[in-house]
């Protein structure tokens, strides 16, 4: 079992910078790849982002947060971030961190694939 905790959720105005925290602990050898989620009220869940641990950590955006927001990872601590940058009231939903193995980095993507293992989530709320 992997266990996820995000932190750094918040009230932010727009154009402001958040950052959050997925940290992760149990067995992690079983999450090799972690993504950041996220769902507003009345909306789908969207992937946003994801990072491949293993090997140089290449990475994935959708193109809402491209440009905008960066998934990085501290390895030593277990820990992936999401950084996010010039932040739109659009960007106002419950953000969730997910993980999951993947054999090769291509299989560390958004869609088409399960995660699971999640988070708890973390609030944000951007105004205008």
């Known amino acids: 079992q992997v266990q996820l905790v995000e932190s750094g959720g918040g009230s932010v105005q727009a154009g402001g910078s958040l950052r959050l925290s997925c940290a992760a602990s149990g067995n992690t050898d079983n999450a090799n790849c972690m993504a950041w989620f996220r769902q507003a009220p009345g909306k789908e869940r969207e992937g946003l982002a994801s990072?491949?641990?293993?090997?140089?950590?290449?990475?994935n955006y959708a193109d809402s947060v491209k440009g905008r927001f960066v998934i990085s990872r501290d390895n030593a601590q277990n820990t992936v971030y999401l950084q996010m940058n010039s932040l739109k009231p659009e960007d106002t939903a419950m953000y969730y961190c997910a993980a999951r193995w993947a054999f090769v980095s291509g299989l560390c993507r958004l869609s088409g694939v399960t995660f699971p293992y999640w988070g708890q989530g973390t609030q944000v709320t951007v105004s205008s």
């Open positions: 990072i491949y641990i293993t090997g140089g950590g290449s990475t």
